[in-house]
Every structure is written in structure tokens, then in C-alpha cells.
């Protein structure tokens, strides 16, 4: 069982930046998969980024050079830093952990940019 909890949700400007950040808890965070996942309104919820348990990362096409995740396994967190931020990128983003069949979610934290 892992415990995820969202952080650094917020409202910005478009070009502004804001760094999530999930800290995990209850398992060897380790050996999970770590993403980062968006729902807007009327939408399906969708990748943004991974990061595997080796380090190989994926990214959305639409957040490339735009968005960095990085992970910390001595603390258990991992992070999305957004930057160049877009009236698009408005969502609701959820942490996400995977390893094997196993697949948990934090509860999701506003990010709203607008002017």
C-alpha cells in the first residue's frame, strides 16, 4: 500500500512556473513507477510525465521542454516543475505510483493559469 499526497497546486499567470511535489509513504517508493497525471473539465485524465523506476522519463509531446520530473529516493518524493506555463495546462494534477499490477493516486491539486 503506498500513500501519496499532493502539494504546490496554485494559480498562475500564463509564462509563469509552479513546482509540484508528491510525497509518498508505506512502501519501498523505490521500486515504483512515478507519474504525473491531469484532468481537465470535461476530459480524460492523461499522462504528463513518468519516471521509472531506473530513471527513464516520458513526457506528454505538448509539456516537452516545458516540464522537468524528478524523483528523490532517499525522500520519497517526486516532483513536477512547470515552467513557460499555458492557459492549457489548467487541471487537476494527480500524483500517480505503479509497480506491476499495483496502481495508487494521490487525491489532486488545483492548477489553474490564467490572467
Known amino acids: 500500500q503506498v500513500q501519496l499526497v499532493e502539494s504546490g497546486g496554485g494559480l498562475v499567470q500564463p509564462g509563469g512556473s509552479l513546482r509540484l511535489s508528491c510525497a509518498a509513504s508505506g512502501s519501498i517508493f523505490r521500486v515504483y513507477a512515478m507519474g504525473w497525471y491531469r484532468q481537465a473539465p470535461g476530459k480524460q485524465r492523461e499522462l504528463v510525465a513518468r519516471?521509472?523506476?531506473?530513471?527513464?522519463?516520458t513526457y506528454k509531446e505538448s509539456v516537452k521542454g516545458r516540464f522537468t520530473i524528478s524523483r528523490d529516493n532517499g525522500r520519497s518524493t517526486v516532483d513536477l516543475q512547470m515552467n513557460s506555463l499555458k492557459p492549457e495546462d489548467t487541471a487537476v494534477y494527480y500524483c500517480?505510483?505503479?509497480?506491476?499490477?499495483?496502481?495508487?493516486w494521490g487525491q489532486g491539486t488545483q492548477v489553474t493559469v490564467s490572467s
Open positions: 500517480n505510483a505503479e509497480y506491476g499490477s499495483r496502481a495508487y
Open positions: 519516471i521509472s523506476a531506473g530513471g527513464n522519463i
